[in-house]
Antibody, heavy 120, light 112 residues
Framework: EVQLLESGGALVQPGGSLRLSCAAS????????MAWVRQAPGKGLEWVST????????HYADSVKGRFTISRDNSRNTLYLQMNSLRAEDTAVYSC?????????????WGQGTLVTVSS | DFVMTQTPLSSPVTLGQPASISCRSS???????????LSWLQQRPGQPPRLLIY???NRFSGVPDRFSGSGAGTDFTLKISRVEAEDVGVYYC?????????FGQGTKVEIK
């Protein structure tokens, strides 16, 4: 069974940093791209970043480019999102999702999410 | 960016009746490989999103056959043939043909 479990969400002050993790199980992690998607309170879904299975290719939304870094450790089956220079508008539930890859492009499994609150 | 516009934003439906959601992209979603990476997601209250349909019309594993997807190019539709109580939630279309990946605003399906 595919499982994705996010952690690391917290209350942080504007300008601060946070690292989120997504522990994956139930599939061969290195064979799949992974993504982070966020959802501000009461709002819709916003794609944040995607990383390839090898970690060699990454993409970012303009709203986070230069501030957030996606990475992965395939030996630990874990995806990360390093968030720096956080702003109030980054407040959201952050979920990881599996990008089915292998020449296809859609998110087939999603985690429950972890809440990041940016406030003084 | 590829703007995804959903209509309606709210859809009150009687149990057992059909529902239909439209999703329009600002540009063609046909990938250079010939596929169209348009998917539909369901988000029940308090739950993470769940994949329903991928590549326009393919039902994901475990998705009831009352859900169907259709369309091409820039215009796509999700249909629920007979709405059940468990279908209440917000439905999103999403394109993964181009970066940045983009979602529609969401359509709230509720029971009348």
């Amino acid at each position: 069974e595919v499982q994705l479990l996010e952690s690391g969400g917290a209350l942080v002050q504007p300008g601060g940093s946070l690292r989120l993790s997504c522990a994956a199980s139930g599939f061969t992690f290195s064979n799949y791209g992974m993504a982070w998607v966020r959802q501000a309170p009461g709002k819709g879904l916003e794609w944040v970043s995607t990383i390839s299975g090898s970690g060699g290719n990454t993409h970012y939304a303009d709203s986070v480019k230069g501030r957030f870094t996606i990475s992965r450790d395939n030996s630990r089956n874990t995806l990360y999102l390093q968030m720096n220079s956080l702003r109030a508008e980054d407040t959201a539930v952050y979920s990881c999702a599996r990008d089915v890859g292998a020449g296809d492009h859609f998110f087939d499994y999603w985690g429950q999410g972890t809440l990041v609150t940016v406030s003084s | 960016d590829f703007v995804m516009t959903q209509t309606p934003l709210s859809s009150p439906v009687t149990l057992g009746q059909p529902a239909s959601i439209s999703c329009r992209s600002s540009q063609s979603l046909v990938h250079s490989d010939g596929n169209t990476y348009l998917s539909w997601l369901q988000q029940r209250p308090g739950q993470p999103p769940r994949l329903l349909i991928y590549k326009i019309s393919n039902r994901f594993s475990g998705v009831p056959d009352r859900f169907s997807g259709s369309g091409a190019g820039t215009d796509f539709t999700l249909k629920i043939s007979r709405v059940e109580a468990e279908d209440v939630g917000v439905y999103y279309c999403m394109q993964a043909t181009h970066f940045p990946r983009t979602f529609g605003q969401g359509t709230k399906v509720e029971i009348k």
